[in-house]
């Protein structure tokens, strides 16, 4: 009796102890999150709870890497259950009894299935970091201290179930095997020993217990709390939709993210629910291609640093206790003297590079305040802002729901409108775009030339009206500067018009009024002339009473269906595949002739990811005759970027391999005739690659427009000529 008092004392100590630092923790934890800017939620409470149902107790996002999926979905549960296995060990080892629990000895049973369930789980996991050695996970004590943590605790259940069957003489039983054999191995110890043991391994079992949840918070694996939360407080507005800068606002005296706390609350609390899955890692285009960008450590880089200056800001230490968790020194980005230009990786695409410069670059230094530290340059560097495509991979992978292209925008807003920082080439596109209306610089006064020749001699009869001759148009078609000035677009805009002739759709075009949609600006972080055209566009799009537009660019599709809805445009927005494939299906365009070709399609990340448009186009191509449709190993959500995305369609790629080469390379790996695309930019990217194969000759690229051309109209001379822009 006087023992039960006793453990019940210390229990209670030693739990709120453990208890207090936790919360303690978290909430220090809480106040860092809130030196970030307020942000507003939209209430769209309906579709929050059902996407926290799907992906947390789902687990959709996880299953994305199959292997990892039924691990982690083993682990999620089985803690669960092994929550109220908890409860009944702890409060026998309290009371003396078990919790009333109807069919205790099935429960002991379903306990010790799920402990033997999680080992091999946990094993598993520790031979896919350290056997397979996954190239996007971290090595070393910090990632497998968990590891540790687990197996100890599973271990410390079973010893002390064992121990209670010897304790209370339980006989052998078929519903507790493996505490059953291994309390056959103590039966020779005497009662006191037994009792003592029991008792031992309770307290092993709770102090584990207790200890993992001081070193929760402390750790990646805070994640346990804030991902779910970082789930049901997600965006549902358009994905990757990028936030609206008041540039109007008097008061404001910076634009973009200098400084962490310049980020919102749902942006910083997206640094704590990284788990380090490195799963944004593996499929990013930079990483992949030996450039210095990896989502995973930008992610990593900014919690660190919030953790060190939100330390400093609140006046609160992060470390409970400080003697055991704390950190000597500072983080901070010291990239050493090495080039990644010569990047040799293993196979098609290889991470391995940027891994290890991250690992290297990213170290603790003493002497140096929290404060001393610049973002931009101390823990994000120019270079890795400037290398993402904005493709949005990452973001589809990452199982809490992290947003990554948001913060790198924001980062580049702040150099582009506060520094004037942007690489010579880039500034160049955004000069040429402010000033002509195009990323060339060509005279704006030519952006209609290509109505004239497209079709020189006017041998395929193409009608193609402005808006004041065809004012009751049904479609505004939105040509974009892709379209209407590189040479190579154009026949995708002679294809679309050709067909759309041909079905007798009622469309016009703006002609030289039509201005460049915003997008490249915006993604450079230029927010000031992407709402200068963007508030034009709408002008004119409004003084012509446009209610559906569209349009062969995903760039220019995705920004004006998404972003200027911001700014007052109600038109619809629709894809030229959209509109093909209803067309093709309504019966107003037949593809009569035979186009025997193997094709292999890529998906365009702003037709595909931004927007879930991946059926279409490739039913357009299922619908023409001779057509063998071969997917790659990257396609649909998971497809990898061309490369043009976020500005870098204008910006030279000075390290690694050449992000358009690599996904040229993924394709050619189906052995295709032709590899299609409904992006002038993925075109432009992919012939390039094809050229830099030195396969043009029997690999042909072409848009969707132009295959379908093929297959109405047969091919022609014209057609398969040049298109060359005087």
Not at 117 to 140: D, N, Q
Not at 686 to 713: C, H, N, P, Q
Request: with cysteine; charged share 25%; net charge neutral.
């Amino acid at each position: 009796m006087i023992w039960q008092i006793i453990n019940a004392l210390l229990f209670a100590l030693i739990t709120g102890w453990a208890v207090y630092m936790f919360a303690t923790v978290v909430y220090r934890r809480y106040l860092y999150i809130r030196v970030g800017q307020s942000v507003d939620l939209d209430r769209e409470m309906k579709e929050r709870l059902r996407q926290f149902i799907i992906q947390v107790f789902g687990q959709s996002k996880l299953f994305k890497d199959r292997k990892s999926g039924i691990m982690h979905f083993v682990v999620f549960y089985g803690f669960i259950i092994l929550q109220f296995g908890a409860l009944d060990i702890i409060w026998k080892g309290l009371t003396g009894r078990n919790l009333p629990i109807p069919g205790h000895e099935m429960f002991i049973l379903m306990q010790e299935i799920t402990v033997t369930l999680i080992l091999l789980a946990i094993g598993y996991a520790a031979y896919r970091r350290y056997g397979e050695k996954l190239k996007r996970l971290k090595r070393g004590w910090k990632p497998s201290i968990v590891v540790f943590f687990i197996v100890s605790l599973m271990a410390s259940v079973l010893l002390t179930m064992a121990f209670e069957r010897l304790k209370e003489g339980l006989p052998a039983s078929s519903l507790a095997p493996i505490s059953t054999s291994i309390a056959a191995l103590f039966t020779w110890m005497p009662n006191i020993w037994v009792t003592t043991s029991y008792y031992l391994f309770w307290w092993i079992h709770l102090i584990i217990l207790l200890s993992f949840l001081v070193y929760v918070p402390q750790s990646k694996h805070f994640h346990l709390i804030t991902a779910p939360i970082n789930i049901l407080v997600r965006r549902t507005e358009p994905a990757g939709r990028l936030s609206k800068l008041n540039l109007e606002d008097e008061e404001a005296e910076e634009f973009g993210v200098g400084k962490i706390e310049d980020f919102t609350q749902k942006q910083l609390l997206d640094l704590y629910a990284c788990v380090e899955c490195g799963r944004c890692t593996n499929v990013c285009p930079a990483s992949n291609t030996g450039k210095l960008l990896s989502p995973m450590h930008m992610i990593v880089k900014l919690r660190d640093h919030l953790t060190e200056k939100g330390s400093v800001l609140t006046s609160r230490s992060p470390w409970v206790p400080a003697k055991v968790f704390g950190n000597s020194g500072i983080h901070r980005m010291e990239v050493a003297d090495e080039s990644l230009a010569d990047w040799k990786g293993e196979g098609i695409t290889d991470i391995s590079s940027t891994m290890a410069i991250q690992k290297r670059a990213w170290h603790q230094v003493e002497g140096v305040s929290p404060q001393d530290v610049e973002l931009l340059g101390g823990v994000m560097t120019e270079e890795e802002i400037w290398a993402c495509t904005t493709c949005r991979n990452c973001e589809d992978q990452c199982p809490v729901a992290n947003e990554h292209v948001d913060k790198i925008i924001d980062l580049r807003r702040h150099l582009v409108l506060m520094q004037g920082s942007v690489p010579q080439e880039g500034q160049r596109a955004m000069m040429n775009i402010e000033r002509q209306g195009n990323p060339w610089g060509i005279s704006r006064s030519d952006r209609s030339k290509w109505v004239t020749e497209i079709d020189p001699g006017g041998t395929l009869g193409l009608q193609i009206p402005t808006v004041k001759e065809n004012p009751d148009f049904e479609y505004l078609f939105f040509v974009g500067s892709m379209g209407s000035y590189d040479n190579r677009s154009r026949k995708i805009t002679r294809a679309f018009v050709r067909l759309m002739n041909e079905a007798g759709v009622s469309f016009a075009i703006l002609g030289n009024e039509e201005k460049n949609s915003g997008d490249t600006p915006r993604r450079m972080g230029n927010e000031l002339l992407f709402q200068q055209l963007c508030t034009e566009n709408i002008a004119t799009f409004q003084k012509y009473n446009v209610s559906q537009i569209i349009t062969a660019c995903p760039h220019t599709f995705n920004t004006l269906k998404n972003e200027y809805s911001e700014f007052g445009l109600t038109a619809e927005v629709i894809h030229h595949t959209e509109l093909l494939d209803k067309l093709v299906k309504e019966g107003r365009l037949t593809p009569a002739y035979e186009v025997p070709e193997t094709i292999t399609y890529h998906d365009s990340c702003y037709l595909g990811r931004y927007n879930n448009v991946y059926d279409q186009p490739r039913d357009v191509l299922r619908a023409i005759p001779g057509v063998k449709l071969k997917e790659m190993e990257r396609s649909r959500e998971n497809g990898m970027c061309c490369g043009a995305g976020g500005g870098r369609m204008w910006m030279e790629e000075d390290e690694g391999k050449r992000v358009n080469l690599a996904r040229t390379e993924q394709a050619l790996a189906v052995s295709p005739t032709l590899i299609s695309s409904a992006c002038p930019y993925c075109l432009t990217m992919l012939e390039d690659g094809t050229k830099e194969k030195e396969v043009e000759g029997s690999v042909k690229t072409k848009d969707i427009a132009e295959i379908l051309e093929l297959s109405v109209f047969g091919p022609s001379p014209n057609q398969e000529g040049e298109v060359v822009m005087k």
